[in-house]
């Protein structure tokens, strides 16, 4: 990796390191904890919602709403639409602008000069021959 | 000739991102099997059944808490990630180039504001480390993940959610509310693989995010001192404009169907259903969620094939390093023979 390259902050192996084992650790206990600090098959598959008879709230009697989470689902449902509109606008927003760019290109069939190399510099910028 | 890309992601952060993308398609995939499994039986039945879709879902969330948290120490213990975080904070300038990014798409400015800009054949101190989109879906991506993670490990957790919540109803609560919450997400990603894949100088997809910085040569000749960005110099892939036309329907219908589909199959007040999605009754929302994963789809091959390029420019770098040759650019001196 001793590249000739000029100088790049990167990050520290002690760091990465550091962070990994962390990263591992808590992953584990995050789990673990979920669990109910037992053994992690019996848990494993509690939650089927999409087993038929088995699943969460296949044997639910009375209180099947509660306000507090019926409010986070309609925040979620507000969110999911407000940011999926805009999203939406994103991705119009995007094209439109490639368009554009893609308009000031040198196209295939005018290529006169062939000094073309492509974006990553992978040098198939001549693959159209 | 400018260089092409500066290159803004380093080693780790290639990795990292390489990582994090094949955990959370593993986690949409397996998570929408469930919400949307009618849509969805096959992706379902090919992942064996309920229980190995379930089994898979949890096996990519202890990876994926392992890879938010490694991240999340990374960036607080190391003076890289440190400051580099200082260069995600949004800006007055981001506001700025999401402003002129509409104006350009309507034709009333000619250049993206430099916040805007993905193409790289600037100076370097033009383009800033993300731009307004980059910064955008790290922060709404961030919490995102870290929503999904909390609600995903309290539906996991018996005691830990029935200690707040005594019911099932509040388990399959729970449980709509992280696929609903997982609806953004997959949103955006979806947005997020057009943007780095559609491109026109990029396409077939912007490989900064797989070469490392470390590994891009920038070069600052005296003889590109030349005004503009230099992308007139390069050529439009032959397929982009059918290609991106099409990716970019595909993007939408994906995008409207899962918005669609989260609304209609939302399963909450539980009475209705026992599972979260109801019958087939809907054939376009069928074909649209299944074009929605497809994208996904094109989302990993992109990704492997970033790594793939990654690989080749690697050996390409070592080679040239024995023949002791310098390309100033980084293109390779095909026209020279």
């Known amino acids: 990796m001793s590249y000739e390259t000029p100088d790049v902050d990167g990050y520290s192996p002690i760091s990465v390191l550091v962070s990994a084992v962390v990263g591992v650790a808590v992953a584990l206990l995050s789990v673990w904890w979920a669990s109910g600090f037992g053994p992690f098959y019996e848990t494993l598959f509690r939650v089927s919602p999409t087993v038929e008879g088995g699943g969460v709230g296949s044997d639910w009697v009375a209180g099947n709403t509660i306000p507090s989470l019926d409010f986070l689902i309609a925040l979620v449902h507000a969110a999911d639409v407000i940011m999926g509109v805009f999203i939406l606008f994103m991705v119009f927003l995007h094209w439109a602008s490639f368009r554009r760019i893609a308009a000031r290109m040198r196209h295939p069939n005018e290529s006169e000069s062939g000094d073309a190399v492509m974006a990553d510099g992978s040098g198939s910028g001549g693959e159209t021959e | ?337």
Do not use: C
Not at chain 2, 8 to 18: A, D, E, G, I, Y
């Open chain 2, 1 to 337: 000739m400018t260089n092409l890309d500066h290159g803004k992601f380093t080693r780790v952060t290639t990795l990292f991102h390489s990582l994090l993308a094949l955990d959370v398609f593993l986690l949409f995939f397996t998570g929408y099997a469930i919400m949307f499994n009618s849509e969805l039986w096959w992706m379902v039945t090919l992942m064996g059944g309920a229980t190995g879709v379930t089994a898979l879902h949890r096996a990519a969330g202890l990876g994926l808490i392992a890879l938010i948290v490694f991240w999340m120490v990374l960036m607080v213990i190391s003076p890289t990630g440190r400051s580099n975080f200082r260069e995600i904070l949004p800006r007055k300038a981001d506001v700025d180039a999401f402003l002129q990014d509409v104006q350009f798409m309507l034709g009333r400015t000619d250049e993206r504001h430099p916040h805007a800009r993905q193409f790289a054949g600037y100076e370097a101190d033009e383009v800033p480390l993300l731009s307004y989109v980059g910064k955008g879906v790290v922060f709404i991506f961030a919490i995102e993940l870290l929503l999904l993670t909390i609600s995903g490990l309290l539906i996991w957790s018996k005691t830990g959610l029935m200690q707040y919540f005594a019911t099932r109803t509040a388990a399959m609560a729970f449980v709509i509310f992280h696929g609903l919450l997982g609806v953004i997400m997959v949103m955006g990603v979806m947005f997020h693989i057009f943007e780095h894949g559609m491109h026109p100088a990029f396409y077939p997809v912007e490989t900064k995010a797989f070469i490392p910085r470390s590994m891009i040569p920038e070069s600052h000749d005296e003889d590109d001192d030349h005004e503009g960005t230099g992308i007139e110099a390069l050529e439009l892939a032959p397929s982009w404009h059918s290609v991106s036309t099409i990716f970019g329907s595909l993007v939408v219908v994906g995008i409207v169907s899962v918005l669609m589909g989260s609304i209609v199959r939302e399963g909450y007040p539980v009475p209705r259903e026992l599972v979260v999605s109801g019958d087939v009754t809907n054939l376009l929302l069928t074909i649209g969620i299944n074009i929605g994963m497809f994208v996904l789809f094109v989302g990993i091959v992109l990704s492997m094939y970033g790594n793939v390029m990654r690989v080749r420019w690697e050996k390409e770098m070592q080679q040239r390093q024995r023949e002791g040759e310098t390309v100033a650019d980084g293109g390779e001196p095909q026209t020279d023979d």
